[in-house]
């Protein structure tokens, strides 16, 4: 893999750049997360203008309640969508990489969709296709934040190091990231279909470990939901959906718990991805917290989107310590594997 064009004058502003592509990103889901948390999502009911207005000469007089934060919401969403095609142009210009080449096309044309999406969640006023709106955005984080990797030096330093990761780590983290993301679409579900208090207990679930589902039961517990911004019944399907949402919240953190102490063990603590590895559990320790606050504070719209926020760092911090790991790993010497002993020696045979 040529990465000599990374020392070539000018590539230093193209890292740059990337790197301000993905906050720009993060500071665009944290706007969505905002709108959905407020239930504004149909605030602005046209598109692409605003109440017949362009986007862009709608009277700021006009920006009251939800508004502010669906139009808002548009605009920085614009800007995202210029700086990527600007990225996208300065890729294919600048980096010799055929492969980024191509990188680049693709975040132009995933912030074309994510656009459309968003536009067509209104028109078509279809709460599901908000959930696969946000799960499309989370994806394009994830890529942003690649792309801001792979044009740094620091990328160059770790395909030249060929420091060895055990084999059956990079699996247990590449894993763990899956489970991330799966739970980033449940989450995602829940919020379009406004179900993020169907179980407005925890610990507990209502009282249970496994809440009761039953038609009595469901009748029971819209009778006495304290969820205010929500009009629609919750229904026995949304109770499961979240209660899976906890199952897999409980097993991603014992899967990252696990990853940062072979990190640990096999790495050693001086080593970049076992700070990596513990940087990643403490944002897992904070998005379970903030998930449990989201229900102990009756879903504050300011908790709700940090808890999306979060998530969308802990999809980040995974993909991007694999990357880290798979670009600078060589052959993995055989004690390393046998370090993890029953587990690694199923690895080994794959």
């Keep these: 893999m040529n990465e000599s064009n990374i020392n070539r004058p000018g590539t230093r502003a193209l890292c740059w750049f990337a790197v301000l592509t993905a906050v720009a990103t993060f500071l665009l889901l944290g706007a969505g997360g905002l709108v959905t948390s407020h239930e504004a999502g149909m605030s602005v009911p046209d598109w692409p203008n605003s109440y017949g207005y362009s986007m862009f000469l709608f009277p700021p007089s006009k920006w009251i309640g939800g508004i502010f934060y669906e139009h808002t919401h548009r605009l920085w969403a614009t800007v995202v969508g210029l700086m990527t095609t600007i990225l996208a142009v300065w890729l294919c210009w600048k980096d010799s990489r055929r492969w980024m080449k191509w990188l680049g096309v693709v975040a132009f044309l995933l912030v074309i969709l994510q656009g459309v999406l968003g536009g067509l969640r209104v028109v078509w006023k279809m709460d599901n296709l908000g959930a696969v709106h946000g799960v499309v955005g989370q994806t394009f984080f994830a890529l942003m934040c690649s792309i801001a990797l792979f044009t740094s030096s620091f990328w160059r330093k770790v395909t030249e190091q060929k420091l060895n990761v055990p084999g059956p780590l990079r699996t247990m983290v590449l894993m763990t990231t899956i489970l991330i993301f799966c739970q980033l679409i449940l989450g995602s579900t829940m919020r379009a279909q406004h179900a993020g208090l169907s179980i407005n207990t925890f610990p507990s679930a209502y009282g249970k470990i496994w809440p009761d589902t039953s038609a009595d039961a469901i009748q029971h517990y819209n009778a006495q939901r304290m969820e205010v911004t929500n009009v629609n019944d919750i229904t026995a399907f949304q109770v499961i959906l979240q209660m899976v949402h906890r ?63 979060v998530g969308a760092l802990s999809l980040v911090t995974g993909a991007l310590w694999c990357l880290i790991a798979f670009g600078r790993s060589a052959r993995v010497p055989a004690a390393q594997t046998e370090a993890f002993g029953a587990f690694g020696t199923l690895a080994g045979n794959k």
């Design 247 to 309: 199952i897999f919240a409980l097993a991603i953190l014992v899967s990252v718990i696990l990853c940062a102490m072979q990190a640990w063990r096999l790495l050693g603590m001086r080593d970049a991805l076992t700070k990596f590895a513990l940087f990643w559990l403490g944002l897992i320790t904070l998005q379970v917290c903030l998930g449990a606050a989201t229900i102990w504070t009756n879903k504050a719209a300011d908790v709700a989107t940090a808890h999306v926020l």
